[in-house]
């Protein structure tokens, strides 16, 4: 549901809702007749909840939760929605949870963590998606509209001044070249300072957890016609970045180190008997510092540029034309020094890069009750990533290099009919087609490789039945499906390099969503999710280094309920956001880590968000003011439920009052962001010898944020 506050008053005392329009169905629709979960959030929502990148939405969308470490880099995302999410970031690993902009799909997550300034809406869409929105995106998806240009002239700055360093800002301009031609430029830079510093590195080139990141975006709209657009958009991001915080737990054998454990190189106790590692010089005495001293990974760097265009064409009244078409191009450095030591025992310098084109014809239209949408679609990724390890010495241990080419072809149709003036149903079908071709060099062997060829129809059917004026209810059925993954790391050689079985899902939902009362806007569903061949990811180490092993978990059952509603009385109004889930492993194969009864790796059972607002009506002006609690319970931090990977609760707290002046196009806000300082574990990983802690970089942040509007 979207979370906007009142424009005004008047507005509230009404007790009416600003209508909401989603694409989450490939057609524009109003939020309460979409067959699905979906959370919208628009500017003033963002704004209010400090909202100012992705990770920041996984504390208010229930069910979703979003974590970052991917090679070290805080510019990355790994979202998880109804307990479905991978924590990896290599070519060879495909998310589980598809981001679009503006309809394009982004196949890679480092650098995902995008800047949400100068967008006109934000959708989070629950559950698999595959009919219309097509791979990877199994367990959601997460839809960005930005702002197009239009026909108003208008330019708007924003800055922002807090404590950790935070300096940040960025403008939007947008102007009608001539009677056909408009144009609109964004630019934004953000850079706060890290979390904690690094005690055994000389003049490092960034502290612990530092951001520092440009993004820019243009774009042209030609209207020659009441019939054709096409509308063309470059944009780009770059970021110099801190290592993610993070701390390493060394086991130790609590009877102390035997001859058998010093022997044992890759036993569980190898760093502290083998290696020698004291356990003590992996820790900091505060757990935000790093006492690492591999200067070479105090950085993270990543950056991003793309391309696209789309064509629309009305062939009649109600039959329209779209193509999308997309060069995106992305690359990265980073890596993690695993031991957190000064002396090089365990660390992982990384570079990757890859390249993805994708083009998507759709044929839209309506005909007296029947509505419909169909199209293909290509895509086309290539990559690589190429890491060096050190193991247990200074001299590195095994490197790789993993390259791998993906190509995808898909057709699709959904249709929609208009039964009753209070009933519609509606199906849609999607065959993909998708081949892998991947090799792998680990130096000192041959270099060995793999393809995989991978098939599947998704389906889903819905009806949704009004039961009132803005008052729905809505059942659907839907498959969604993910292609094999062949082995990241693949130190295990050409025997063990070959693809996983491909994934499907089928989700059962039912809600009710829409305005019961003049003053409540809700949405409530409950869903049953079955997952099938479901490739679960544990981590171990091994004489060449850091080993993801894909576990055949065997199926994974989601059954939870999810709540938002918006309470709006006077100049005050209350946002609830609420998200149960009850996730576990079952029918798992013999043999394998994970056994039957095994939770979903970063699934909290309990998700909740509160937002209390209240308006203020002063001479000359208002004072809006607002108060975001944000609550995720404990969760496991593998899918083999290793004791030592559980991850803690955490409770957060933020603020925002804002004054705006009556009748003028400037408004300035206070700010506050995790008030209570509350520090907290986001991700972990056991991988035998020493447990990874990842922390999050969501200290306290105090400041304060101005706009103006000019026209």
């Known amino acids: 549901?979207?979370?906007?506050?009142?424009?005004?008053?008047?507005?509230?005392?009404?007790?009416?809702?600003?209508?909401?329009i989603v694409t989450a169905k490939r057609i524009e629709q109003n939020v309460y007749e979409a067959p699905v979960a979906v959370t919208v959030f628009g500017p003033e929502a963002l704004e209010q909840r400090n909202a100012d990148n992705i990770i920041d939405i996984g504390k208010y969308v229930p069910n979703l939760t979003v974590t970052n470490f991917g090679a070290g880099n805080p510019s990355s995302q790994f979202p998880s929605i109804r307990g479905i999410g991978f924590q990896d970031h290599l070519i060879v690993i495909d998310p589980t949870v598809g981001v679009y902009v503006d309809g394009v799909y982004l196949g890679r997550q480092i650098g995902q963590n995008l800047s949400l300034s100068n967008i006109e809406r934000l959708e989070v869409l629950r559950g698999p998606q595959g009919t219309l929105f097509g791979r990877n995106s199994i367990g959601g998806a997460i839809n960005i509209i930005t702002q197009q240009?239009?026909?108003e002239e208008l330019a708007t700055i924003n800055l922002q001044a807090g404590t950790r360093g935070r300096l940040a800002g960025d403008v939007y301009a947008n102007t009608r070249l001539t009677d056909t031609l408009a144009v609109s430029v964004s630019f934004g830079i953000d850079k706060r300072n890290g979390i904690g510093d690094f005690l055994n590195i000389p003049n490092p080139e960034a502290r612990v957890g530092e951001l520092q990141d440009i993004s820019g975006r243009v774009a042209l709209k030609w209207t020659p016609n009441d019939r054709l657009s096409i509308r063309l958009t470059a944009d780009g991001n770059d970021g110099k970045n801190g290592q993610s915080p993070f701390t390493t737990t060394i086991k130790v054998p609590p009877g102390g180190c035997t001859a058998e454990d010093i022997a044992d190189l890759f036993g569980p106790f190898a760093l502290a008997c083998a290696g020698g590692l004291d356990p003590v010089t992996s820790q900091s005495e505060d757990p935000f510092d790093s006492n690492s001293g591999q200067a070479d990974l105090a950085q993270a760097t990543n950056s991003a540029y793309g391309i696209s265009g789309i064509i629309e064409y009305a062939l009649a009244d109600n039959l329209d034309l779209k193509l999308i078409g997309s060069y995106r191009h992305s690359e990265y450095e980073g890596g993690l020094d695993d031991d957190g030591a000064e002396l090089d025992f365990l660390s992982f310098p990384e570079v990757g890069e890859a390249e993805q084109y994708s083009f998507e014809l759709q044929l839209s239209g309506q005909s007296g009750i029947f509505d419909y949408v169909g199209g293909l679609y290509y895509f086309d990724e290539e990559g690589f990533n190429f890491q060096q390890p050190t193991t247990f010495n200074s001299f590195g241990g095994g490197l790789f290099e993993q390259t791998q080419e993906t190509r995808s072809y898909a057709v699709f149709g959904n249709i929609g009919v208009q039964v009753t003036d209070d009933l519609r149903v509606s199906g849609g079908i999607r065959y993909t087609d998708d081949s892998k071709e991947a090799t792998a060099d680990l130096g000192f062997a041959p270099e060995f490789g793999g393809s995989a060829d991978f098939s599947e129809v998704t389906w889903e059917a819905s009806a949704t039945y009004a039961l009132a004026d803005d008052l729905n209810i809505y059942g659907t059925v839907a498959r969604g499906y993910q292609s094999g993954q062949f082995p990241a790391r693949p130190f295990g050689g050409a025997a063990t390099f070959f693809a996983t079985?491909?994934?499907?899902?089928?989700?059962?939902?039912?809600?009710?969503?829409?305005e019961p009362f003049s003053w409540l806007q809700m949405s409530l569903s409950g869903f049953y999710t079955e997952y099938n061949s479901f490739p679960a990811q544990v981590s171990t180490i091994g004489p060449d280094g850091f080993i993801t092993v894909t576990d055949d978990a065997g199926d994974l059952r989601s059954v939870g309920v999810e709540w938002e509603g918006n309470i709006r009385y006077g100049n005050f109004s209350l946002n609830t956001s609420i998200g149960y889930i009850d996730s576990e492993f079952e029918n798992v194969e013999e043999g394998s880590s994970i056994a039957n009864g095994n939770r979903a790796a970063l699934t909290p059972k309990w998700?909740?968000?509160?937002?209390?607002?209240?308006?203020?009506d002063l001479p000359g002006g208002t004072v809006t003011t607002r108060v975001d609690y944000s609550y995720r319970s404990s969760m496991e931090g593998q899918p083999n439920n290793a004791a030592t990977a559980f991850i803690e609760s955490r409770d957060l707290l933020g603020f925002n009052i804002t004054y705006e002046p009556t009748d003028a196009d400037w408004s300035i806000?206070?700010?506050?962001?995790?008030?209570?300082?509350?520090?907290?574990?986001?991700?972990a990983l056991d991988v035998g010898p020493y447990v990874l802690n990842i922390l999050s970089n969501d200290a306290s942040e105090f400041g304060i944020k101005f706009s103006r509007t000019f026209r």
């Open 1 to 20: 549901m979207a979370q906007e506050a009142p424009a005004d008053a008047d507005e509230a005392a009404s007790g009416n809702f600003d209508t909401i």
């Open 149 to 151: 240009p239009g026909d």
């Open 501 to 514: 079985d491909p994934v499907t899902a089928t989700n059962y939902e039912a809600g009710i969503k829409g």
């Open 607 to 616: 998700t909740i968000a509160i937002g209390p607002q209240v308006g203020f």
């Open 669 to 683: 806000s206070a700010y506050g962001k995790n008030i209570t300082d509350e520090r907290y574990t986001q991700a």
